[in-house]
Nanobody, 127 residues
């Protein structure tokens, strides 16, 4: 069992930046960030393989989102730059023993691929 705790969300203006954090209670083979806006499905935005540092991103956020880790703190981060109103969503940290981004063409995979989830941190972007 891996417990995930997110933080760092908030209400910002378009163009500003945020850094989200996710602290894990233990090691997870694969970790990622998902987001869910009201009325929309949960979508993956970034993933990382903690053991190798390999990362992947959804096409819609490439260039603005950056995922990183601090192994010593069992923490992953999501740096979000140039925030847009359409980035408004609840952002969730996810982890699991399987890693879709290691499978060619699988991208970040659907939420069902991840076993553990945090409670989410809300990001609101106003124009």
């Amino acid at each position: 069992q891996v417990r995930l705790v997110e933080s760092g969300g908030g209400s910002v203006q378009a163009g500003e930046s945020l850094r989200l954090s996710c602290v894990a209670s233990g090691y997870a083979f694969c970790m990622g960030w998902f987001r869910q806006a009201p009325g929309k499905e949960r979508e993956g935005v970034a993933g990382i393989v903690p053991g190798t540092g390999r990362t992947d991103y959804a096409d819609s956020v490439k260039g603005r989102f950056s995922i990183s880790q601090d192994k010593g703190k069992n923490t992953i981060y999501l740096q979000i730059n140039s925030l847009k109103p359409e980035d408004t969503a609840m952002y969730y940290c996810a982890a699991g023993p399987r890693c879709p981004l290691l499978r060619g063409g699988a991208g970040l995979g659907p939420p069902e691929e991840y076993t553990y989830w945090g409670q989410g941190t809300q990001v609101n972007v106003s124009s």
